[in-house]
């Protein structure tokens, strides 16, 4: 069966270290990966989109990696700061139909 | 430029009511949907739409209707509310699809009794 797998713990990192999240999926062919914020009671907000013949993307303080030999992507945060607590969702488009498939996130804490 | 609206943000229901929840997006997108989040499940896509006058079942229909007689609005229907339909409901729309990012409104906390 598909599966999009994130860590189900929270993440907890110090403040200034670099934060790496996980998204690994079975049973996919993606032809792109978005990674998306969320914060208590609002709307998931886009932050990246990755090709499937782009190995990394990155946007500021933000880089995403995407392997499709592991089936895998990783979202780094460098430099981490308390402001970037809060959950991070992956995303998978297989190009196929209308839509995208949400991994069930991963709750980041950033210690200060 | 306010994005994805959605209306209203809480209601609380009795079982067997029915309700209509409203987005609005004031960007020209084409493509809308609705998501229901319940914890431990992610985001499950209800139905979406692919332009005016269009719609499609998503991952967890049942139950729900909708409607997108406007490019801008898309209506998610209750017609007889189950406990189970408790959840929080996300409208998002996009430009189109391929490679596209969702934009989300900050959705409708429903409770049904």
């Known amino acids: 069966s598909q599966k999009i797998e994130q860590n189900s713990e929270a993440l907890n990192i110090q403040e200034g270290k670099t934060a790496t999240l996980t998204c690994n999926y079975t049973n996919y062919s993606p032809a792109y990966l978005q990674w998306y914020r969320q914060d208590p009671g609002r709307g998931p907000v886009f932050l990246l989109l990755?090709?499937?013949?782009?190995k990394e993307k990155r946007k500021e303080r933000l880089k995403v990696t995407f392997d499709t030999t592991l089936k895998q992507s990783l979202f780094h945060i460098t430099a981490s700061q308390p402001a970037d607590s809060a959950t991070y969702l992956c995303?998978?488009?297989?190009?196929?139909?209308?839509?995208?498939?949400f991994g069930k996130g991963t709750r980041l804490h950033i210690l200060p | 430029n306010a994005g994805v609206t959605q209306t209203p943000k809480f209601r609380v229901l009795k079982t067997g009511q029915s309700m209509t929840l409203l987005c609005a997006q004031d960007?020209?997108?084409?493509?809308m949907y609705w998501y229901r989040q319940d914890p431990g499940m992610g985001l499950r896509l209800i139905h979406y739409?692919?332009?005016?006058?269009?719609?499609a079942k998503g991952e967890v229909p049942d139950g729900y209707n909708v409607s997108r007689l406007k490019k801008q609005n898309f209506l998610l229907g209750l017609e007889s509310a189950a406990p189970s339909q408790t959840s929080v409901y996300f409208c998002?729309?996009?430009?189109?699809?391929?490679?596209?990012?969702?934009?989300f409104g900050d959705g409708t906390r429903l409770s049904i009794l």
């Open positions: 995303a998978l488009d297989e190009g196929r139909d209308d839509k995208i498939i």
């Open positions: 960007m020209n997108h084409e493509y």
């Open positions: 998002a729309s996009s430009y189109s699809f391929r490679g596209q990012p969702q934009h």
């Open positions: 990755i090709r499937e013949n782009e």
């Open positions: 739409s692919v332009g005016e006058g269009t719609t």
